[in-house]
């Protein structure tokens, strides 16, 4: 079995920087790991206590969510993508996004013959899925509408980016909504990183001004991880057409996938509240700024990044030069390979450690 998953799958890309991570922790004052995206702040105290008040939960939850929850996630939803027409049928929570992007392609019905479509430079868990699968996986450059739709079933976009920050604009994502609404291609959107733009204002594929009226062949995904601190309780969710939405119901009852009822009380208390949003935001802002301006001062060059919580720099080099002179430093960076050839000159930088290990590295890189 497990040379039958090797053929199956590419390396797990992290296994790949354990020598560089020891090398940087033998910096005499210990490791900066800005090499992956998880939150170090605390979760935010009116979340905690959702969790704690519903922690007497002794029967099994249902895998569409409470009332409570749904309410949350369409009025959330509303406020923040400007979807209309959304209803409870329309959201659907799922355990974590990056399980949901692993196994939609198989959730789908998807397999040999058919090809899923996903961003390069890209999060590389949108190959896996279809590999997963049995589909074919398309990596593609520019603009999807480029792409020979023949046997295309599943279109990803991601903006903002991961790991380059990107942002697509209105224009782009309307012409790429109709171009696959022409083709018959379901375009899903990961949109973890909608609420962290910093130069350029996020877009959902549900906005109006992106797909008009209907949500039909779309669907968004949507994360806590990132805006509430929630990545240890992997709450996230979908939205859009709930024709699709409903086909993944189906399958996702029988195959038992309930979130928690407790992290779904959680989530109506996060989704209410604006305010610890804000706050964090103005944490990662300022960790972003000292960032930026290190990198730069010592002759890199950051692109795009005008999003998410990366900064995308190059000097110009192969990625693993660059990983390997950081880590000397005690500063762990993810090679941009990690995310496919296009990112081979790249490193991707997590501004997520807390504001003592970002002065440390500032101080290091200059």
Not at 316 to 344: H, I, M, N, Q
């Amino acid at each position: 079995m497990p040379s039958a998953v090797s053929a199956r799958l590419p390396v797990f890309p992290w296994d790949r920087l354990a020598p560089y991570k020891a090398t940087a922790a033998e910096h005499p004052d210990g490791i900066v790991d800005l090499s992956v995206g998880t939150p170090v702040d605390p979760v935010p105290e009116l979340v905690q206590r959702a969790l704690r008040e519903a922690a007497d939960s002794p029967g099994y939850p249902t895998v569409w969510g409470t009332a409570a929850l749904r309410d949350a996630l369409v009025g959330w939803c509303a406020r923040r993508t400007g979807a209309v027409g959304l209803d409870h049928p329309g959201v659907l929570p799922v355990i974590g996004s990056k399980e949901l992007v692993a196994s939609l392609p198989a959730q789908l019905g998807l397999g040999p013959g058919d090809r899923v479509a996903y961003p390069e430079p890209a999060y590389p868990t949108y190959e896996v899925g279809a590999r997963l699968a049995g589909a074919q996986p398309v990596p593609y450059r520019g603009s999807p509408t480029d792409l020979d739709p023949s046997g295309l079933r599943l279109l990803w976009l991601n903006s903002p980016a991961n790991p380059t920050g990107r942002v697509l604009e209105a224009a782009e994502l309307r012409a790429i909504v109709a171009w696959a609404r022409t083709h018959g291609v379901l375009v899903v959107s990961d949109e973890c990183y909608l609420e962290l733009g910093w130069e350029a204002e996020p877009v959902s594929v549900l906005d109006p001004a992106v797909c008009g009226d209907s949500h039909h062949g779309l669907v968004a995904v949507h994360s806590l991880s990132k805006r509430s601190n929630l990545a240890g309780y992997r709450a996230a969710f979908l939205a859009g057409d709930q024709r699709v939405l409903g086909e993944l119901l189906a399958v996702r009852k029988h195959a038992g996938m309930m979130l928690p009822a407790p992290v779904q009380a959680a989530m109506v208390a996060a989704l209410g509240d604006q305010e610890h949003v804000t706050e964090q935001r103005a944490r990662y802002a300022a960790r972003r700024a000292l960032l930026r301006d290190a990198l730069v001062a010592r002759g890199f060059t950051i692109e795009h990044s005008e999003a998410s919580l990366y900064l995308w720099a190059t000097r110009r080099e192969p990625c693993w030069e660059t990983v390997a002179e950081l880590s000397k430093l005690g500063v762990l960076v993810a090679p941009g390979d990690f995310y496919g050839a296009a990112g081979e000159r790249f490193v991707r930088v997590a501004f997520t450690a807390t504001d003592e290990r970002v002065a440390s590295a500032v101080a290091r890189l200059g």
